[in-house]
């Protein structure tokens, strides 16, 4: 299927506003993704239809919801291809994801002495969960160094991962660099010293094909509003070798099977780790984001966004005063760049992109250890979706020069 971002933006009624005089693009995508009026509607459609709560009633809106609910949850297991639904876990987000592996899978099995391995490219929900973890059991962190051109130093990985090592942790995608890294191998060196692999994959399942299966990972964790879906919904999938094994680190309703007064006993699985009543609406609602996302296709997406960075990554960096960090070549990054303009820091960046009509981000981006490993205290950064188009590009590229000759000369 050949995608026309043009067409598909009247999916999102959010890009068709006017913002400080200028037509809206949006360009913060890495941070969260607008929602198509698909399940904007879906989520309406729930409280308005089928609001009750799920897997407690026999009445006809506690079965529509909770057949909708679980409906949801293997359209995910289809989505990442994943052998069972018990191995989907659904979650607040990529960060409820891996506190919940470092603090179950973390508790029952890393021992004092034992490494735990992340890199310098990590987002703070992959560093901070492992901190403790190390901390409380006495384990060491270590940490993979990141090669000059942006890439996850695979040499220092090999170096770095051994026999002490229990788990390691790295992004499918950095949220900064924008590069893709080599999950693949990563997973057999790891798997190669018996350690298990967590995967953020918060930057890359909105924008590859992914398969758990043939990746082999331990766990995977990305959040639906990246994605096309609501907020505070997202999905952890675990190997069920590990999850039966793993305590829940949440408790109360629906995950028991029997309370008594001095102890109780746990569903099966998935449930066991979903305690209370949860984010039914947004489970439903990311189930139609999948259902969106697949009619476009997930490959078609990705060769799209690759167009898009092969496009626009030569024209940023032909800006005399502009850095791009992370992969130079167009092939190798995806749609997520972060950039410095000389002289300008890049809040003021944000702001006069702003002004422009520009949405960017600008700051740390939750990867304090990755910036100050570039010696850089912030930067900018535009990230790209499948509806941003080559005038959103265009516009980009205008507005960074608007800025650079503001700032140099004044007003115009």
């Known amino acids: 299927m050949t995608l026309d971002a043009t067409k598909i933006r009247r999916d999102f009624p959010i890009l068709d506003q006017i913002v400080n005089d200028e037509p809206l693009v949006y360009l913060d995508n890495a941070a969260t993704t607008q929602k198509p009026e698909a399940v904007l509607q879906t989520l309406m459609d729930y409280y308005h239809h089928d609001n009750a709560n799920v897997h407690r009633g026999v009445h006809t809106l506690a079965e529509r919801a909770t057949?909708?609910?679980?409906?949801?949850?293997?359209k995910v297991r289809q989505f990442i291809h994943a052998k069972e639904t018990a191995e989907i876990l659904f979650t607040r987000g990529t960060t409820t994801s891996l506190n919940w592996v470092a603090r179950s899978f973390g508790d029952a099995f890393v021992e004092e002495g034992d490494e735990i391995v992340i890199s310098y490219m990590e987002h703070h929900a992959n560093i901070i969960p492992?901190?403790?973890?190390?901390?409380?059991?006495?384990?060491?962190?270590?940490?993979?160094?990141?090669?000059?051109?942006?890439?996850?130093?695979?040499?220092?990985?090999?170096?770095k991962i051994?026999?002490?090592?229990?788990?390691v942790a790295i992004a499918h995608v950095s949220n900064v660099l924008g590069g893709i890294n080599p999950i693949e191998e990563l997973i057999a060196l790891a798997h190669a010293h018996d350690a298990v692999m967590?995967?953020?994959?918060?930057?890359?399942?909105?924008?590859?094909?992914?398969?758990?299966?043939?990746?082999d990972c331990d766990f995977y964790a990305f959040s639906g509003h990246k994605m096309c879906g609501p907020t505070g919904i997202g999905v952890l999938y675990g190997k069920r070798q590990w999850l039966?094994?793993?305590?829940?680190?949440?408790?109360g309703g629906e995950m028991i099977d029997f309370v008594n007064l001095y102890d109780s006993t746990w569903k099966e699985l998935p449930w066991k780790f979903e305690a209370g009543t949860p984010n039914i609406a947004g489970a439903i609602a990311l189930g139609r984001a999948i259902d969106y996302l697949n009619a476009i296709g997930m490959p078609s997406i990705h060769e799209y966004e690759q167009e898009l960075v092969a496009y626009i990554l030569?024209?940023?960096?032909?800006?005399?005063?502009?850095?791009?960090?992370?992969?130079?070549?167009?092939?190798?990054?995806?749609?997520?760049?972060?950039?410095?303009?000389?002289?300008?820091?890049?809040?003021?960046?944000?702001?006069?992109?702003?002004?422009?009509?520009?949405?960017?981000?600008?700051?740390?981006?939750?990867?304090?250890?990755?910036?100050?490993y570039l010696q850089v205290p912030a930067t900018a950064r535009a990230s790209f979706y499948f509806y941003n188009t080559k005038d959103d590009a265009d516009r980009l590229v205008d507005a960074i020069l608007a800025t650079k000759e503001f700032f140099q000369y004044g007003a115009l």
Do not use: S
């Open 67 to 74: 057949q909708a609910y679980e409906a949801a949850r293997e």
């Open 314 to 372: 030569p024209k940023l960096q032909a800006i005399e005063g502009v850095t791009i960090y992370g992969p130079q070549d167009p092939a190798k990054h995806t749609g997520v760049m972060a950039f410095n303009l000389d002289g300008l820091h890049p809040h003021d960046v944000a702001t006069a992109l702003d002004m422009e009509g520009v949405a960017v981000r600008a700051g740390h981006h939750c990867a304090q250890p990755l910036l100050n």
């Open 130 to 159: 492992w901190q403790q973890l190390a901390q409380a059991k006495k384990a060491k962190l270590i940490y993979i160094d990141v090669t000059p051109e942006g890439f996850l130093d695979m040499a220092d990985a090999q170096r």
């Open 244 to 251: 039966e094994q793993m305590e829940p680190v949440e408790f």
């Open 198 to 215: 967590v995967v953020d994959g918060a930057q890359a399942v909105p924008h590859m094909p992914v398969d758990v299966q043939a990746l």
């Open 162 to 167: 051994g026999p002490k090592t229990k788990i």
